[in-house]
Structures are given as structure tokens and as C-alpha cells.
Nanobody, 127 residues
Framework: QLQASGGGLVQAGGSLRLSCEASGSPLDNYAVGWFRQIPGKAREGVSCITRTGNIPSYADSVKGRFTISRDNSRNTVYLQMNSLKPEDTADYYC??????????????????????WGQGTQVTVSS
């Protein structure tokens, strides 16, 4: 089970850190992705990270502003969001896929490649 948290209301230029905490299974066997969705629009891949945590990927729209990381000792993946823009406003979801073999370099920004999803956390960026 995945639990996303950390959303809120922030002014443009501000920062938020989202957390995705897993319970029931060790998250270190899974690749994790962050996605966002605006009502009425398709879900967009934002960032993802391999199970080892050494290969992050980002959508072009967030490169240089967002940073994904994982703390396997806490069974948690983070999304640090800096320099937030109004267009970052959305519901943010984390997803996991696995278990993957040790050393796997797989992760994906495509939502249908993930089988495990948490509930969303809302991020609102005011101008």
C-alpha cells in the first residue's frame, strides 16, 4: 500500500516535498514513479526512479526544478519540488512496480506500466 502526502497550497516560486510511503512490502524492491493529473486531462509522468535509486528520470517540464530520491530505510520515495509554477497545479500520485531483480535499471514515466498506486495529494500553486 502506498501513501502519498505533502501536498498543499504554495505561491509561485515556492517549494513542496511530496512523500510516498509504502506499507506491507519493502519498497526497495520496486521502481517508483510520480504522476500528476488535472481533472479532465490525461495523467502525466513527472519523475521516476529505479529500485536502486541511482537512475532518476524527469519530464522535460520539471527538469532542473524537481528532484526525486528514495530512502529505503524509511520505505519512502520523495519528490522535492522547487521553483513551483501555477502550471504545476494538479493531483500528484505515486506508483510502484515490482518486485524487480537486484540491480534493475528499469523505471518509467508511463502510467500503465505501474501496477501499484497510492491515493493522490493535491498541489496548488498560486500566481
Amino acid at each position: 500500500q502506498l501513501q502519498a502526502s505533502g501536498g498543499g497550497l504554495v505561491q509561485a516560486g515556492g517549494s513542496l516535498r511530496l512523500s510516498c510511503e509504502a506499507s506491507g512490502s519493502p519498497l526497495d524492491n520496486y521502481a517508483v514513479g510520480w504522476f500528476r493529473q488535472i481533472p479532465g486531462k490525461a495523467r502525466e509522468g513527472v519523475s521516476c526512479i529505479t529500485r536502486t535509486g541511482n537512475i532518476p528520470s524527469y519530464a522535460d517540464s520539471v527538469k532542473g526544478r524537481f528532484t526525486i530520491s528514495r530512502d529505503n530505510s524509511r520505505n519512502t520515495v520523495y519528490l522535492q519540488m522547487n521553483s513551483l509554477k501555477p502550471e504545476d497545479t494538479a493531483d500528484y500520485y505515486c506508483a510502484a512496480e515490482g518486485p524487480l531483480f537486484p540491480g534493475s535499471r528499469w523505471s518509467s514515466l508511463t502510467d500503465d506500466e505501474y501496477n501499484y498506486w497510492g491515493q493522490g495529494t493535491q498541489v496548488t500553486v498560486s500566481s
